[in-house]
């Protein structure tokens, strides 16, 4: 989707052709949706900067990006940093959405489910919610085998020693 944005920061949907809020455009993203912004003025890429104030102000976005950890990026001004950051971000990003999918694959068989059902046919019920309707396992389904270890934490604490070896180095 091609988002322009104007200098009064209104934002146009071109598939669309109509204007749209910040949070139109965060409920099109979360749909599924590839979204760009292009300055409808001069044409530069703002997808990156409108990405990030969405995350910035939606739900959380102080806790992804605190302040002092927002301080120490912009002190070091390193490339070296901001590149590693970046895939260091994308592969923990990863990583989590990994571990959910695995731990929701194994969801039909926890037994707090079963007890939280139970707690709510009561007349004591309600005070616990499941986190999702039971799913019923057929038989024939056997459970899904945890993930092969995953080498890439071992690249990453590499990369981690050698940005600290660098580190040192220009210290000195």
Do not use: C
């Amino acid at each position: 989707m091609l988002i322009k944005k104007y200098g009064n920061r209104r934002l146009y949907d071109t598939e669309s052709s109509r204007y749209i809020t910040l949070d139109d455009l965060t409920e099109a993203v979360r749909g599924g949706a590839d979204a760009r912004v292009i300055d409808a003025k001069t044409g530069a890429d703002l997808t990156q900067v409108t990405l990030t104030q969405i995350i910035m102000e939606g739900r959380g976005g102080e806790k992804i990006l605190p302040a002092p950890l927002l301080h120490q990026l912009i002190r070091l001004g390193d490339d070296a940093l901001a590149d590693f950051l970046g895939r260091y971000v994308q592969a923990a990003l990863e990583l989590y959405l990994t571990a959910r999918k695995t731990t929701q694959s194994f969801m039909p068989f926890n037994p707090l489910v079963a007890l939280t059902q139970f707690a709510n046919n009561t007349p004591f019920g309600g005070w616990a919610q499941p986190a999702q309707p039971p799913v019923p396992v057929p038989s024939t389904v056997a459970p899904t085998p945890p993930p092969p270890p995953n080498t890439d934490v071992d690249e990453l604490r590499r990369e981690v020693d050698e940005l600290k070896g660098m580190l040192r180095k220009r210290k000195k």
